[in-house]
């Protein structure tokens, strides 16, 4: 109980109207508990689905579509993408030198255009959790498999487990996870400011 309390002066005082970041992954259902009452004012709890890879399932196959380029994120891709730019890789991976030093990411790019893109979000040097976007006039031609394919493979040439999660009703993004080869492992709680 004391270290509840201190958290919750901490948030007040040092996080909450300061625009910082916040965000909580609670561990147990009395951790849920304590953040839906005395947190309800201050933040927003959203439901995660977290998947594990299964190496065995992995198809990785895939073919471009003339003209399309798949390529590696570096400075250009991200002068170039709207979703994973430099505010993005600020947040979070503290700038864009630790991101194209530490971090992995792959583009399909077409006449100079992004049109998906998937990068880690985090890496812990043994996992990589994979953050994917396709552009939205793309969407349904399978280019968001490509890309995640291309990424997945990436990770397993370092060998570097690929992470996924998203929330609970995305189910585009749990249908491509389970296509990819992830296995659905649990669902927890997710804390953000609201």
Request: charged residues 25%.
């Amino acid at each position: 109980m004391v270290f509840n309390n201190f958290l919750y002066r901490y948030f007040v005082e040092n996080v909450y109207g300061k625009e910082k970041r916040f965000t909580v992954f609670t561990p147990s259902s009395e951790w849920d508990a304590f953040f839906d009452e005395t947190f309800k004012t201050y933040v927003k709890k959203m439901t995660r689905s977290k998947y594990r890879f299964l190496p065995s399932k992995v198809h990785s196959t895939y073919s471009l579509f003339n003209l399309y380029e798949l390529k590696d994120f570096n400075t250009d891709s991200l002068r170039k993408s709207e979703n994973f730019n430099e505010s993005y890789i600020v947040e979070y991976w503290g700038s864009e030198s630790n991101f194209l030093k530490n971090g992995l990411g792959v583009c399909l790019i077409y006449k100079e255009k992004i049109l998906a893109e998937c990068v880690s979000i985090f890496h812990s040097g043994t996992i990589a959790e994979i953050d994917i976007v396709t552009n939205p006039t793309y969407r349904g031609q399978g280019l968001g498999k490509i890309v995640d394919q291309a990424f997945i493979n990436k990770c397993l040439e370092k060998n570097v487990m690929p992470a996924w999660d998203c929330d609970n009703n995305n189910k585009a993004s749990k249908a491509l996870a389970n296509t990819l080869g992830f296995s659905n492992e649990e669902d927890y709680a997710l804390y953000v400011l609201k």
